[in-house]
């Protein structure tokens, strides 16, 4: 069974940076590619960035393209986040999901998610 933790949350200043963690464990991580979702309060789930199995291929919301970079260590069966220039609408909590579905992009599902870590942007 999939078991991601997240860790690396806390409260920023707005232009501030923060790196986020997920522990991957109970699949074969370097298989599968893996996403960040960040639900806001009150809002509903955004999909952030998705980074492909190998690592070189790397997807953005267009929120957070240039200030935000997903990344993975194949070795260490983590996936990164790192966020810089933060502003007050990212604070949310930011959930780690293992991607499911096959070679296909197109057949990917959310398939396993963390328990998320909070992420407050404040000054």
């Known amino acids: 069974e999939a078991q991601l933790v997240e860790s690396g949350g806390g409260s920023v200043q707005p232009g501030g940076s923060l790196r986020l963690s997920c522990a991957a464990s109970?699949?074969?991580?370097?298989?599968?590619?893996m996403t960040w979702v960040r639900q806001a309060p009150g809002k509903g789930l955004e999909w952030v960035t998705t980074?492909?199995?190998?690592?070189?291929?790397?997807k953005y919301a267009d929120s957070v393209k240039g200030r935000f970079t997903g990344s993975r260590d194949n070795d260490k069966n983590t996936l990164y986040l790192e966020m810089t220039s933060l502003k007050p609408q990212d604070t949310a909590v930011y959930y780690c999901?293992?991607?499911?579905?096959?070679?296909?992009?197109?057949?990917?599902?959310?398939?396993?998610w963390g328990q998320g870590t909070q992420v407050i942007v404040s000054s």
């Open positions: 999901v293992k991607n499911s579905g096959g070679p296909n992009p197109t057949n990917w599902y959310f398939a396993s």
């Open positions: 109970g699949f074969t991580f370097s298989a599968n590619a």
């Open positions: 980074i492909f199995s190998d690592g070189a291929s790397v």
